[in-house]
């Protein structure tokens, strides 16, 4: 049976030493959802569980992700996850291995892997989880917090708009997560209703 082209991608990217986030990555964690995809969201990097089993948005973030698509009528089977950057970027603290905001230079560095992802998946919508990722795709001058859930003007796909990242909704105060929530499910509802 042939490869996909984004397995031939996986395999090449599993050998990335672009940037030195390799050096303290247990491995690259590469896209997945299906090559044909409508619909591609796309984050800032694995997180430590990403990490650990080589797969996006499988930790805490991602269950939340889960749940928003479920609650917002997309199937997460029939959707491509993937984040800007490839390698998990932290610090330790104790036991513990803390994420950290990737730089300029490490976004760069991945972004050859992302454009090929893109180019092989060709999604009808692309969606943004998240600063780091809208304004590695749209601009250092995209706000979220300004444009979310708008789509906007761009040759990336058909559809292009931006949301916050999951993990944003689990840091936020315990008395506004509902209602931050409630506003992630309405932006990927219109993500539904591009699909």
Known sequence: MARSKLDELRQQAARCTACDLYKTATQVVFGEGPEDAEAMFV????????????????????????????????????????NVVKHFKWVARGKRRIH?????????????WLEAELAVVKPRVLVCLGATAAQALLGREFRVTRERGRPVESDLAENVLATVHPSSILRADPADREREYDAFVNDLKVVAGLI
């Open 43 to 82: 984050g800032e990097q694995p997180g430590d569980q990403e990490d650990e089993l080589g797969s996006p948005f499988v930790g805490p973030a991602g269950k939340l992700l889960d749940k928003a698509l479920s609650d917002a009528g997309i199937d997460r089977e029939q959707v491509y996850l993937t």
């Open 100 to 112: 950290q905001k990737p730089n300029a230079a490490e976004v760069a560095a991945c972004r050859p």
